[in-house]
């Protein structure tokens, strides 16, 4: 992107570097889909770069964008579609390099081709109660300060630790390196000269980024994680909108085009005199964000209680680990490690989406055979307390470190469980 402003390779190169170091990038290293933000910046140069082919080479490109963000995430691919949109107003209404015909027919062979390989995906979830909604709109929203908040992440900004649990969804911290650029910038653009139709070129792109942003700001409307007025909405507009789920990402377009845009400001105004400024820009980002790693490893802390001897020998006497009622987050994490590494099946997951009324039946009827004793002789069951008039002639109940854990009487794993004292620690 460093090449639309300047030719210098040396200066390209530090530019490009500082958009790796940036907070945003830096906080999903470990995700292997969310860390592919090269796409978003990818569709940003597209739209910002001078296209001297034709508009079917243009469209080309665009295309296999779309068809690899496809591939890659769905929250990823929104975004690149939403700033191809915009492209394809800035050629046919600022431009006049597309016709009407063209821009309602690349339209709609991009939302084609994003359907059929979302349905080879599978991303697509069909269901009675037709409610495609997912939880968390409103709760991993953009915070209004999030430019400036590290959520406890920063090395030298460490007092502002204001955040949910959920802080990761719209983590869009500038890092000291870029709140820095961001004042630098602000000192320079005044005297710089920037031609009225360039920033004419940009209005399809402003617009997009703006409903970007209102659309990750959400209904809840908070403040360094204080809520200050909630907008109500509709049922179906509030499902509509539920389907972005984690609305604090779709900022991320906004957020590298406004370092693209301080870039160019301070590169524009030092020119071969930024190379340094930028480096030591750098040099405070890697240092401020040194410790993200650390801070999302114990921001939510844990200890696992599965420590009785018993579990080792239910994990080898067991095909399935079947969790029946409500679990805390915490224990289902480590009850799902423990299933995994014996080999065994689980009965809970996390998931985005899913159909909650099947769910529901689901858990109904497994409460239910457990109140009639009809278990699985290869089950062993996690059952909440909440759940009781468990048939003791049918199935055998016992608490193992604090959890009530019950199997059929056919189950070899029965006098295990049944066990209160012994060599196995039950609790």
């Known amino acids: 992107m460093a090449g639309l402003f300047t030719k210098n390779r040396l200066i390209q190169l530090t530019v490009a570097s500082f958009f790796i170091v940036s907070p945003v990038l830096v906080n999903r290293y470990y995700h292997i889909g969310l860390c592919a933000q090269w796409a978003i910046l990818c569709a940003l140069w597209f739209y910002m770069k001078e296209h001297e082919e034709s508009f079917y080479k243009i469209f080309t490109k665009w295309l296999i964008l779309h068809i690899v963000t496809t591939f890659i995430f769905p929250h990823l691919e929104f975004v690149v579609l939403v700033v191809f949109i915009a492209h394809l107003f800035k050629l046919r209404f600022i431009e006049k390099k597309a016709s009407y015909h063209q821009l309602i027919v690349s339209i709609v062979s991009v939302l084609l081709t994003i359907m059929l390989i979302g349905l080879i995906n599978g991303c697509f979830m069909f269901n009675k109660s037709g409610d495609y909604s997912a939880w968390g709109y409103g709760e991993k929203n953009l915070d209004l300060l999030a430019l400036f908040n590290p959520y406890g992440s920063s090395k030298l900004l460490y007092f502002m630790k204001e955040g949910s649990v959920f802080w990761a969804e ?44 209102l659309i990750a700001i959400s209904n809840r409307i908070t403040v360094f994680n204080q809520v200050i007025f909630e907008i109500q909405l509709s049922e179906k507009i509030f499902a509509l909108l539920s389907v972005f789920r984690a609305s604090g990402r779709l900022f991320w ?69 079947v969790i029946a009622g409500k679990v805390p987050w915490d224990d289902g994490k480590f009850l799902a490690l423990f299933a995994c590494k014996h080999n065994m099946k689980i009965n809970r997951g996390f998931a985005a989406r899913f159909d ?72």
Request: include cysteine; proline fraction near 4%.
């Open 253 to 321: 377009p906004a957020y590298y085009f406004l370092i693209y845009v301080l870039l160019f400001f301070v590169v524009k105004y030092y020119d071969k005199k930024s190379i340094p400024i930028l480096i030591v820009l750098i040099a405070l980002q890697i240092f401020d964000n040194c410790d993200i790693d650390k801070h999302k490893n114990n921001f939510n802390p844990a200890e696992n209680p599965i420590k009785s001897s018993k579990w080792e020998v239910i994990g080898r006497g067991s095909k399935n680990l």
């Open 170 to 213: 719209g983590y869009n911290y500038l890092g000291i390196g870029g709140i820095i650029l961001l004042f630098l910038a602000i000192a320079v653009a005044f005297k710089s000269n920037i031609k009225r139709c360039k920033i004419r070129n940009y209005i399809p792109l402003l617009v997009a980024l703006s409903l970007l942003t």
């Open 356 to 427: 909650w009324r099947a769910l529901q039946s689901y858990v109904k009827n497994l409460t239910v055979q457990l109140k009639e004793g009809i278990a699985d002789p290869q089950n062993v069951y996690i059952v909440s307390k909440e759940i009781t008039a468990i048939p003791k002639d049918k199935i055998t109940c016992g608490f193992i470190d604090n959890f009530k854990v019950c199997v059929s009487k056919q189950s070899a794993l029965s006098e295990l469980i049944a066990e209160k004292h012994g060599s196995h620690g039950l609790l």
